[in-house]
């Protein structure tokens, strides 16, 4: 293949990435709105349903934009491409890691833990004086703040969403949106 052939190829593969990144971003704007009409409607499953969604979908743009290190080279391509800090809130999956790993989860909690009390799935936890949702909560979101918790570890959801929206603006630079 020649060189022009293969800059060809990496420019189509880069719009490739930036199309599926927009894409991506989509599905999570339209989990979050899913997940304000759930919350107001009282459907607890579709609140989790579009939090899984909103999790996956950013975790899948992590994964582009922070790929394994066989991929190394083209997560800091596309970064450098849309301008994304290297520490931007989208390179850590702990969160998502915690949802799509949740067998290891209670495997490890039922082994360790001294506590029988067993709590998840909360809504509108109700926090502790100390503002502190306790570490018996699995899974805990709160609407208010738009902050999901897992075992004691919080995380922004709104700052999440946030960032997969204005990277999908840097995006309509690249791909058809």
């Not at 409607?41 to 996956?56: G, P, R, T, Y």
């Not at 709590?119 to 018996?136: E, H, Y």
């Not at 979101?141 to 929206?165: C, N």
Request: glycine share 4%; aromatic share 8%.
């Amino acid at each position: 293949m020649s060189t022009v052939d293969n800059r060809s190829q990496k420019a189509l593969a880069e719009m490739v990435f930036i199309g599926e990144i927009v894409l991506q971003s989509k599905i999570a704007e339209l989990a979050a709105k899913r997940l304000s009409a759930a919350h107001d409607n009282l459907d607890n499953i579709e609140v989790w349903s579009s939090i899984q969604s909103i999790l996956v979908a950013a975790g899948n743009v992590s994964k582009i934009l922070w790929p394994s290190k066989e991929y190394a080279e083209r997560g800091e391509r596309l970064r450098e491409l849309l301008n994304v800090d290297d520490n931007n809130i989208l390179s850590d999956r702990s969160l998502r890691n915690h949802f799509e790993h949740y067998d290891e989860r209670i495997e490890k909690w039922f082994k360790g833990e001294s506590s029988a009390v067993y709590s998840d799935l909360a809504i509108d936890p109700l926090k502790s004086i100390w503002g502190n949702v306790p570490t018996n909560h699995h899974r805990a979101y709160d609407p208010l703040t738009q902050t999901l918790t897992f075992r004691g570890e919080s995380f922004d959801l709104a700052a999440v969403l946030k960032e997969l929206k204005e990277i999908r603006v840097k995006c309509s630079d690249f791909a058809l949106t």
